[in-house]
């Protein structure tokens, strides 16, 4: 029994999940791969015309036969009859599969993702002929049906051939000097609005932004040409008082996957500046205006939270081909645990970038001074962003609506993830004090998830343990030894005001534990 597969699946194309931009992307990638693959031969050419790769976009909604077209057309070194062949098989994949055209998909799913009927003109570099073929799903499925009706009533219960739609390839005479490819597809089911065209050009020349900053690509969009430059982000940067631009260069592996790429932070953005854009082969998957953001640095909202971080921080991540994506190629298809560690590997590079991008400007202090000192701290703005981050979406829903765990729970669970750390890597500090063991552990194995401070007075009266998570987010956000001291400070405050508190006045109320704790910062701090 044969796996014999309807050419209704073609139908299927329509429901898929593209974006007008991505079904654009489709044939512009085959364009620029054709490109990749014939570099050398295609740049000693265009140098001699002065001329470059060119892919031209052009539509239109409405014609004087009812339907619209949308056509795509490059100068890059065009198909042989072979090539052709290999175009049309679904699921093929092309020869090299690791750059921009994987799945041999692309062509066939956007083009009828657009509409029912489209033809491909072609012609390669040297040949002399213009090869032509045409697409009309409405025929293919009438055939189809035809095929199976004629075979049920001709051989019943015999077994029965895959149908194969009788596509022609034409040719005419052409110049030699000829070379490209042509993609015209009609009987649209989609029309390109006038926002849909704006968002279009935004996303292109996202995509294609290594190639446009390279001027290995003229790409032009109804007759305006798309640009991108990096130049222009970088004058966008902050600079530090010294004058030098917040701008880190990244490497790392995750999972033995190459990452590469750098980060900064804008003086002022929005939310679509905010976040990194992936990128594999030189193109854009995953990018602005939607910019990928992993949980640690920008928050596990989807899309991330609406503070400075999310709108400032920013940059560019290159993931080798060995990272997987997906057949629409706008996402990147993270096998395992690949999103965890590039999300810790992030916010540990990064966690100082964080902190700085969530500071206001004008919390900065005058251009020229170290930063906000007691004299220019500007304790209005800073009061203003803590109190907008309370009123945002997700500060409200743990604040008023996120369930807290019942006393016990919390105790056992707390305990638990003692034992747990203490097993684990770990650094314990302990000092005596009128016979009571203080004893300050950092707990380097412990997920960015555990609590932020547990204090437990493990036995009895003489003995309390504080154990500080030095990987939780907030720790990772301080990003100079002052900050840490007073965090630890306040840690180390806390524990021992508890400790007072349960077994010296039998009190734990709150009010209590905060009345040991202002005592203890009213004193003056000698060092050692």
């Avoid at 003086?267 to 990928?292: M, T």
């Avoid at 979406?393 to 996120?402: A, C, E, G, T």
């Amino acid at each position: 029994m044969e796996l014999i597969l309807g050419y209704e699946i073609l139908e299927s194309y329509k429901r898929l999940p593209y974006k007008t931009w991505y079904a654009f992307a489709e044939f512009i990638d085959n364009s620029t791969q054709s490109y990749r693959n014939h570099r050398v031969d295609l740049d000693g050419m265009y140098k001699k015309k002065q001329d470059m790769l060119t892919v031209e976009i052009s539509y239109a909604n409405n014609t004087r036969n009812k339907y619209g077209f949308v056509r795509i057309k490059d100068n890059a070194y065009g198909m042989d009859e072979e090539d052709l062949q290999n175009a049309m098989t679904l699921g093929k994949r092309p020869a090299i599969s690791n750059e921009r055209s994987k799945y041999g998909l692309g062509l066939k799913t956007a083009a009828f993702w657009f509409g029912n009927a489209w033809s491909i003109e072609t012609t390669q570099k040297g040949s002399r002929k213009m090869l032509t073929i045409s697409v009309d799903l409405h025929k293919i499925l009438k055939d189809e049906e035809t095929y199976y009706q004629k075979h049920k009533k001709q051989s019943p219960g015999k077994p029965i051939q895959q149908f194969r739609p009788n596509l022609k390839i034409t040719s005419r005479p052409c110049s030699s000097e000829e070379h490209g490819t042509t993609l015209t597809i009609t009987d649209l089911v989609r029309t390109i609005n006038s926002q849909t065209a704006k968002n279009s050009v935004e996303y292109l020349q996202s995509i294609y932004r290594m190639d446009l900053q390279k001027e290995t690509l003229y790409l032009e969009f109804q007759g305006s040409p798309l640009t991108w430059s990096q130049e222009d982000i970088d004058k966008r940067l902050l600079t530090d008082v010294e004058g030098k631009k917040f701008k880190r260069q990244l490497k790392f592996k995750v999972n033995g996957k190459l990452v590469e790429g750098w980060a900064g932070i804008l003086k002022s953005g929005s939310k679509a500046s905010g976040g990194f854009s992936l990128i594999q082969a030189d193109r854009v998957i995953v990018g602005y205006p939607k910019n990928y953001r992993n949980s640690l640095l920008f928050g596990s909202e989807d899309g991330g939270r609406n503070d400075l971080t999310n709108q400032r921080l920013t940059g560019e991540l290159n993931l080798d081909e060995r990272f997987g994506v997906s057949h629409t190629k706008d996402q990147i298809l993270f096998a395992d645990d690949e999103e965890d560690q590039l999300d810790k590997e992030l916010f540990k590079k990064l966690a100082d970038y964080k902190k700085e991008a969530n500071t206001p400007n004008k919390a900065r202090g005058i251009s020229g001074d170290t930063g906000p000192t007691e004299s220019n701290f500007d304790f209005g703005s800073a009061i203003e962003t803590v109190i907008t981050n309370l009123n945002t979406d997700s500060f409200r829903d743990v604040l008023l609506n996120k369930s807290v765990l019942p006393e016990k729970a919390i105790i056992k669970t707390n305990e638990e993830t003692i034992k747990r750390l203490l097993k684990a890597k770990h650094k314990d500090y302990k000092y005596i004090l009128e016979g009571v063991s203080i004893i300050v552990i950092l707990s380097e194995d412990s997920s960015p998830w555990d609590p932020y401070l547990i204090v437990r007075p493990l036995g009895g009266s003489k003995r309390i343990n504080v154990v500080i998570n030095v990987n939780h987010p907030y720790w990772m956000e301080l990003a100079d030894n002052n900050s840490r001291f007073n965090f630890l400070l306040s840690c180390i405050y806390d524990g021992v005001s508890e400790w007072k508190a349960g077994f010296k006045l039998h009190r734990l109320d709150p009010d209590t534990i905060k009345t040991i704790k202002d005592s203890l910062l009213r004193l003056e701090l000698t060092t050692v």
